[in-house]
């Protein structure tokens, strides 16, 4: 038996076949014109020029308008509190409007230079994210930077979660973020050097039992964002950010699927929380570095390293080797 992209499979008995096989498999062996003409067939085409994009200078954030979701808590308002320092007017989004008031009040005694606006969204309804982004465009003629943080959790594997359920975190975790950032777009373009960042999740790297639609969401908001990136490239900045285990509610705030046995859940999110030991706050800080210098992607903390590094090179048993892998760690720890 073989490990589909682990281990390589049995040679074909087909001389010829083996030979289209090794071809495909290793494109030095390619002539230039057939590579040329693989290019071709995979582009889409495509008005833009086939040089590469000059790279855009360093973000500004002194007097740039930024747009935040999920500001009301955790690296949320730590994006809030860091943009904030850096001189950076908010629009600041969240379902919780007391929490969300309460960012606001801080920000106005720390940085009272800074103009605040403060929206309450439902980012599960789609006809509310509608209006959300009406209303921004209505008071904001300037855009400079969009920040897609919010996010929720869904604890249960794919048959304890109902088709509803699974529909309400791809709701929030991926089809606001594309809504707003489909709104948002014309008018942040009519800035120079603008950026959008897309908050993924150490589970849009990885993908572990009983995160089916947490995952799905957060695979799909990265997907997203690379394409973005690439189509964007030398005229919006796109970051993809992968945090690994930062210090936030987003465990004990998550839900239990109904059909899953609800304590167990329970004591398991209870479990994960204990591991998210990564400060709020230097994660938001780094991301605002990467958007500075315009990078990619980011992975924030060892806990989302070490993962990627693990599916890369196992990219079907990564699971195994992980749960063994910090197993052996826990083991030493407790030395």
Do not use: C
Request: hydrophobic share 45%; proline share 5%; charged share 25%.
């Amino acid at each position: 038996m073989t490990e589909d992209g682990e281990r390589g499979a049995a040679a074909p008995a087909d001389p010829e076949l083996k030979t289209e096989l090794e071809t495909e498999l290793n494109p030095e062996l390619k002539t230039e014109g057939a590579l040329a003409a693989d290019a071709a067939h995979i582009s889409a085409p495509s008005s833009r020029s086939a040089t590469k994009p000059a790279p855009l200078p360093a973000f500004r954030f002194g007097g740039a308008v930024a747009v935040v979701t999920g500001a009301a808590g955790g690296m949320g308002e730590q994006l809030a509190y860091g943009l904030a320092l850096r001189g950076t007017h908010l629009v600041l989004v969240d379902r919780d409007a007391e929490r969300l008031a309460a960012v606001a009040g801080t920000l106005a005694r720390r940085r009272p230079e800074i103009h605040v606006r403060t929206f309450v969204a439902d980012l599960a309804d789609a006809e509310a994210v509608r209006r959300l982004a009406a209303d921004i465009l209505a008071v904001e003629p300037v855009l400079n930077l969009l920040i897609n943080n919010a996010g929720v959790a869904l604890a249960g594997t794919f048959e304890e979660t109902s088709a509803e359920e699974f529909d309400w975190v791809l709701a929030v975790n991926f089809a606001a973020p594309v809504a707003l950032t489909r709104a948002l777009l014309p008018r942040l373009r009519e800035s120079a050097d603008s950026h959008v960042v897309n908050v993924s999740s150490l589970f849009g790297l990885i993908a572990p039992p009983g995160q089916s639609a947490y995952s799905a969401s957060k695979f799909a908001l990265r997907g997203f964002t690379e394409a973005l990136r690439h189509e964007l490239a030398g005229e919006v900045g796109v970051t993809s950010v992968h945090p690994g285990g930062i210090k936030t509610r987003i465990a004990l705030d998550a839900r239990v699927a109904a059909a899953a046995d609800q304590e167990r859940s329970a004591q398991a999110m209870r479990a994960f929380n204990k591991v998210l030991t990564y400060p709020a706050d230097r994660a938001a800080a780094r991301i605002l570095e990467s958007v500075r210098r315009r990078r990619g992607r980011v992975l924030v903390g060892m806990s989302a390293r070490i993962p990627d590094v693990l599916a890369r090179v196992f990219p079907v048993t990564y699971w195994d080797r992980f749960v063994r892998l910090t197993a052996v760690s826990g083991r030493s720890g407790r030395r």
